[in-house]
């Protein structure tokens, strides 16, 4: 029986990212309540709503939710709980354009606003597999530009 | 009246007053078109240029900035996916796929159309029933407002897509970090850790940008590497299948249209709302009533249309208790408030008596902006569509600039870039598992209004529920935010 075997299978590991899911959600949910809402929301004054009141009331329905969704995925076995598939993704270049936005906005306080936009553009070329020197140039340059057009107005 | 009428109008069609519109048309044009320059930005920045302007012509070129803004705004979504605005930000929803699926031509031309349509209506409204209408927005309390809130958010029900667990954890999501800030009653800081930046919350622009502009480019790059891998051709461009609007497709979204402007219209009338929750609510609203064929969120015109009819409509319906009760409905409004006085005019029910004059040639200038829009944006949209013919290597690291731009310019601040970023990141991987980025906003973006009236209310009802019942309207939008999650627990229990 192979397509009760894969169906096993393939129901284990969907409760396997349920149990993930749940663990990721609900413990931020935690990690909210027991520290950021204590150390990092001041208790305020005593007259209206605590100040704490909607950020916590959102964390305790956002962790509340999160069970319900891992019960469906317990409970349902039509699949209802929602789409459960997770696309293939490529980490490495994700992870790439990401440092690079995140070096260049640090460049823009280091070496202003052009630099930063010549290697915004420059390195999101080279993440993306441009090998020809040339045309990384022209990017780099290009973003260079709007920058400086960006800067020289005054924005 | 009439008297009154002719003699504005003499003054709203002289050259000088066409040509403050026209300059503000094409301002607001490039404004919209730009992420991160936001409307009321754009505004206070040219409220001192019209100094030594004459009160007509002042008043004439900062309504065509606000109006060509919202506009503009419109192109950025369906190209790039990336809002010129945040009441623009719903655009994307169908305005980008419909780009992707090379009928971004037609997109724009709907966003226009459509833009225009919603504009005109809305001043027709602002000039036939500014004083009855106004009169209606004085019954809106806090509690009555708390309502249309909780009313727009069950629509995030019908927006989360395949899961609405899911797509409800992403709007409170969104409300939660929209909390991030000053309490609004005590003043006392939440969530900032210590960034004298976060003392003002997460910049909207950054949240917009981060999560729809910025997460898309990932997803485009890694499709972009993925097919560089599979050897497909890399050029990327998208060909236009169709770049005409048929006298079926107008058929076809008028309704949308018509039913936006008053979504428009009403989120334009109620102060607080303004356009980017009225551009979001006329989308749900628009969903939920889809027809079978309907393919909201895949590229459907009537989404673009429904977006822009909205956000459009908002400004001269938000001038309606501005003139007539002196409460401005939107912070566009409230820095016209600034430029009324700058020329000597103090906004609210006496303004009628002591400057009719001026008052009907506001009208008529807002008429004229109306239609020097639909000139402006009909050239203009040309020029745009070009965009969706550069290849994708190309558009990619210049989006990620413009992502990277558009959150600098909002506060000046790197810390509102870093924040695009990681705000760029977190939808990145709500989209990747699932969770919706559009509820992710809708809850950002209602967030701080929400828990304002929330707040007020509690203190008009004396923290008790049973005096909600003496606020007829409050208990009407209660019941039809019942009735929606009803229809959509039908909808989620019938089999598909």
Redesign the interface.
């Known amino acids: 029986m192979p397509n009760s075997k894969d169906a096993r299978s393939s129901r284990r590991s969907a409760l396997m990212r349920a149990a993930i899911?749940l663990s990721v959600?609900g413990g931020a949910c935690l990690v909210f309540l027991r520290w950021?809402a204590p150390n990092?929301?001041?208790?305020?004054?005593n007259?209206?709503?605590p100040?704490?009141m909607?950020?916590t009331s959102?964390?305790v329905?956002?962790g509340l939710?999160?069970m319900?969704?891992f019960g469906?995925a317990v409970f349902m076995r039509d699949g209802?709980?929602?789409?459960?598939e997770?696309?293939q993704?490529?980490a490495a270049?994700?992870a790439g354009?990401?440092a690079?936005?995140?070096g260049?906005?640090?460049l823009?306080?280091y070496a202003g606003?052009v630099v930063?936009?010549g290697a915004?553009?420059?390195l999101?070329?080279i993440?993306?597999?441009?090998r020809r020197v040339v045309v990384v140039a022209v990017?780099a340059l290009?973003?260079a530009g709007?920058?400086l057009l960006?800067a020289w107005s005054g924005? | 009246m009439l008297d009154s009428l002719a003699s504005g109008a003499s003054d709203a069609l002289s050259p000088g007053a066409i040509a403050a519109v026209f300059g503000g048309i094409v301002l607001g044009y490039l404004v919209g078109v730009l992420p991160g320059l936001s409307r009321p930005a754009a505004l206070a920045v040219a409220v001192p240029v019209t100094y030594s302007m004459s009160p007509i012509a002042a008043i004439a070129f900062l309504v065509g900035v606000t109006k060509a803004s919202a506009a503009g705004g419109a192109t950025g979504a369906i190209l790039l996916n990336t809002p010129g605005e945040p009441s623009s930000a719903a655009t994307c929803f169908d305005g980008y796929p419909l780009s992707q699926k090379g009928e971004g031509t037609r997109a724009l031309k709907v966003a226009l159309y459509a833009s225009v349509f919603g504009d005109l209506i809305s001043t027709l409204v602002l000039i036939l029933l500014a004083a009855p209408l106004a009169s209606v927005a004085l019954m809106m309390g806090p509690v009555e407002m708390t309502s249309v809130m909780i009313f727009a958010l069950t629509f995030i029900a019908a927006l989360s897509g395949t899961s609405m667990l899911r797509g409800l954890i992403a709007g409170i999501l969104g409300i939660l970090l929209s909390t991030i800030g000053l309490d609004p009653e005590s003043a006392t800081p939440r969530m900032t850790f210590g960034y004298v930046e976060l003392l003002d919350g997460v910049p909207i622009v950054a949240a917009t940008v981060g999560m729809l502009a910025f997460t898309e480019m990932l997803v485009q790059a890694e499709r972009y590497a993925a097919s560089a891998r599979a050897g497909e051709p890399q050029n990327g461009a998208i060909e236009e299948t169709e770049k005409r609007l048929f006298w079926a497709d107008i058929k076809r979204i008028m309704p949308t249209a018509v039913r936006s402007t008053g979504v428009g219209i009403a989120a334009g009338i109620l102060p607080g709302l303004g356009p980017t929750i009225g551009a979001f609510l006329s989308y749900a609203i628009a969903k939920k009533t889809a027809r079978p064929g309907d393919q909201f969120g895949e590229g459907d015109l009537k989404g673009v249309a429904a977006t822009e009819a909205a956000d459009n409509a908002v400004l001269p319906a938000s001038l309606i208790p501005l003139f007539a009760i002196g409460l401005p409905g939107s912070v566009s409004a409230a820095i016209l408030v600034s430029a009324f006085m700058l020329h000597g005019v103090v906004p609210g029910p006496l303004v009628f008596q002591e400057h009719p004059r001026l008052i009907y040639g506001i009208y008529v200038s807002m008429i004229v902006a109306s239609l020097c829009m639909l000139l402006v944006g009909r050239v203009g949209l040309t020029l745009f569509a070009r965009i969706s013919q550069v290849p994708t290597a190309v558009i990619i690291p210049f989006v990620f600039l413009f992502c990277i731009i558009g959150s600098y310019v909002e506060r000046d601040t790197v810390f509102s870039v870093v924040l695009m970023i990681g705000l760029g990141g977190l939808g990145y991987v709500m989209q990747r598992y699932g969770y919706s980025v559009v509820t992710f906003l809708i809850g950002f973006v209602v967030g701080p209004l929400f828990e304002l009236s929330l707040r007020q209310a509690r203190i008009v009802t004396s923290n008790d529920l049973t005096k909600v019942a003496e606020h007829p309207i409050a208990v009407g939008f209660l019941l039809a935010g019942l009735a929606s999650i009803y229809l959509f627990l039908r909808r989620t229990e019938a089999p598909r």
């Open positions: 899911e959600v950021i990092y929301i001041a208790a305020g004054t007259l209206g709503l100040p704490a909607l950020p959102c964390a329905a956002i939710l999160a319900v969704q469906c209802r709980s929602g789409r459960d997770v696309a993704g490529n270049i994700v354009l990401i690079a936005a995140i260049a906005s640090v823009i306080d606003l930063a936009g915004m553009t420059g999101a070329s993440l993306l597999g441009q990017m290009a973003g709007v920058m960006v924005l």
